[in-house]
């Protein structure tokens, strides 16, 4: 069956009704910038610029431990999830890359998919491996571990996985393996801490050897989750120890949702960035742990402070090993799409207003300890409603104006649940 897409045609028709409203709102926000000393045009240009990779694994509804319930028209195949992605981009701009996960998304003929990605508008990003869950008819499992594991062979397991993900990463223009693993434990005594991590380090110095020349290697720490006692790599300090140890092409990866409640996440990026060893981001947000919700919708302010700092540290010695900035969350009452067009919005929009810091005042107010100013001044970036200019980058770049709206319009849903018929046994479990 012809898979549907929103014709171009449709997105300037809808664009046309929101269009007078979107450009009144530039002007005056242009007028405001102005007083301020802010030239729009420039921080429209780099907004426009902004990119953030999507999750294969976040196009299909997730679910909490207890069930899933997925929507009409899920994505079945890598190419199906391909396509969503490629709608998400199409309305949004700012999302042309995505990010595999493996063995989920293994293709059958690699050089295969890479066309096909490139003929939606596509490239990859980052891969994932997979060594927290046994496939069917695995024989070593993964049930006590994996890069870490007491057992010789389930470590050599695990290691040919990561390799394979490089291997298969190199045919689609990937540049990055993200290696998270589940290994820990849920009792004291269960496991030795220091020999796990030795371990760990021992089997990571083996994929690392195999990386090509130009390729990274991203670290995720979380701290419990599914090990409720201890985890292996539990936090940044652990991470960016082991990255030291690893060398210059491995590089730590927050995931915002990885950290123990009101850690405060902004300094964590800070002290990243000062070691030289912040590789990227998983963007979503959290109430209480690895909630894995749509990114700014609990703690907006907290996600421009993370901006903050990396603004000001590019402004301060500009990096050329850029950091990749990814999202990862799990969709269990939205229409993963929605969720993901809304959520890529917010992180361009916190980055936006980043931008509009005055960082000469701030830095004035800090010398002189004055905190009630210098708080201001953040403030005063943070309440800036920067709307119009991201809607401006969206419509130098053929995006849709308001792509929520349009995307509902558009019907993309209901045309995928007649293309795509729904699996019949049901799905419990995380993504
Ligand atoms: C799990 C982990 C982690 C990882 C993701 C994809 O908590 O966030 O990035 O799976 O592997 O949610
Ligand atoms: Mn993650
Ligand atoms: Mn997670």
Redesign the pocket.
Known sequence: MEQFQIPQSFIEEQNRSFIQPANRAYDVLAEDLDRRGISIGSITEKAAKFEVAL?S?AVGTGGTRFAKFPGPGEPRTVEEKLADCATVHQLIRITPRVSL?IPWDKPADASRLKAFAQSLGLGFDAM?S?T?QDQPGQALSYKFGSLTHADRSVRRKAIDHNLECVEIGQKLDSKAL?V?IGDGANFPGQIDFRRSLERYLESLREIVRALPDDWKLFI?Y?PY?PALYATVLNDWGTAYYCASELGPKVRCLV?L??HLPNTNIELVVARLLQCGKLGGF?FNDSKYG?D?LDAGSIKPFQLFLVFHELVMAAEESPDPRNISYMI?Q?HNVTDPLESLMVSAEEIQRAYVQALLVDRKALRAHQEKNDALMALRTLKEAFRTDVTPILQRARIVRGGAIDPLLLYRASGYRDRKARERPARTEPSAG??
């Open positions: 999750p694994w996960h994932n997979n927290f993200t998270w995720e979380k989750e995931d949702g990885h998983h690895d894995d990862d799990s995380i993504v």
